[in-house]
């Protein structure tokens, strides 16, 4: 359904009014897969890794700097705003904030109903059509007639999905739709996405940062670090055997997974800028054990195929 080739996505560094810089933000960098239909893909990573930007650049909210995007074998790297309107159908996303992307002056069923009324999606009713799906993600009747400001953070979470659902879409793109809520709140969404997922017949891509979320939900899992995907392997194969310094260590460093080292992996050093990253292999500056040719930047990031769908940087397979 999906397949991303190359992908990457830089931002300009402003220097001044009267002068430009040369600077750019390497957000992204060289990100390839293929997600098939049915499968939810999980990308991980800390904070500053890309997986938001890599989300927003799949939905065209942002253009790609460099690389290919094809959905349903079409390519829609350069598709303009008139050509992204089928795909808008399809393709869908639910925001990290919902308080910040719901319109405050709308009530809850004008803001449903806009995107059927332009895609003229519904020619009977539409208002049974909306009470179908508000009711499908958990919410009542009356709650059509509320502001956003009249909710709790999860009822808002809720008419997000509810939002991404109206165009009955193929694939969504969920940018940590539960990290703002209460645990036990988290555990409710989760919950209805994996319900909808079921009964919708969807595609996911699943952006978090808390490893527990992500082996409870994904079938797919691709840990991302500056910009880059270093490791990617089937959920149970990537939490029974990691093979990257940075996906060991950020197992370890959660409580709450099954991980079976008994000392935690501490990475020393900090993460470099995105403005000038190291050349080659990028985790190299905070490796636990470097090569030589990884000290000196001699070896490019790329995945290998280390065992089938479990793919791992050329350059860290010889160093965990």
């Known amino acids: 359904m999906l397949e991303i080739k190359n992908l990457s996505k830089e931002f300009p560094v402003e220097k001044g009014i009267f002068s430009k810089s040369k600077l750019t933000v390497k957000a992204v960098q060289n990100v390839s897969f293929n997600l098939e239909k049915n499968k939810v893909l999980g990308l991980v990573g800390e904070s500053g890794s890309g997986k938001s930007t890599l989300g927003k650049t ?24 008139k050509q ?27 803001t449903l109903a806009e995107p059927v009324k332009v895609h003229r999606l519904v020619n009977g009713n539409i208002k049974d059509y909306i009470n179908q799906i508000i009711h499908d993600v958990g919410l009542n009747e009356e709650s059509l007639t509320r502001f956003p400001h009249e909710f709790s953070g999860g009822q808002r979470q809720r008419i997000g999905i509810a939002r991404s ?11 940590e739709p539960v990290s703002a809520l209460d645990v036990s709140i ?7 996405l994996e319900k909808i997922r079921d009964s919708y017949n969807l595609t996911m891509i699943f952006i978090s940062h808390d490893l527990s979320v992500i082996e409870y939900f994904c079938d797919i899992v691709a840990v991302m670090y500056l910009g880059h995907i270093v490791e990617m392997a089937p959920s ?16 370890s460093a959660v409580p709450k997974v099954k991980y079976k080292s008994k000392n935690k992996i501490i990475i020393k050093g ?9 050349s080659g292999c990028v985790f190299r500056t905070r490796c636990p054990n470097p090569t030589h ?27 965990v």
Request: charged content about 20%; hydrophobic content about 35%.
């Open 236 to 251: 149970k194969e990537l939490f029974n055997n990691p093979r990257h310094s940075y996906t060991r260590a950020l197992l």
């Open 270 to 278: 900090d993460i470099p800028s995105p403005i000038n990253p190291p």
């Open 84 to 110: 992204m309107i089928n795909i808008r159908k399809k393709l869908q996303m639910i925001f990290q904030d919902p308080f910040a992307s719901l319109n405050p002056r709308k009530n809850i069923f004008d």
């Open 186 to 192: 988290q555990a409710q969404v989760l919950n209805l």
């Open 293 to 319: 040719d990884c000290k000196e930047g001699n070896i490019e990031m790329g995945l290998i195929e280390v065992s089938p769908g479990h793919w791992v940087d050329r350059c860290c397979v010889n160093c």
């Open 165 to 175: 659902l109206v165009l009955k879409p193929e694939c969504i793109i969920a940018d």
């Open 58 to 81: 799949i939905m065209k909210l942002l253009n790609p700097s460099a690389g290919q995007i094809f959905y349903d074998n079409k390519n829609i790297t350069n598709y303009n705003n």
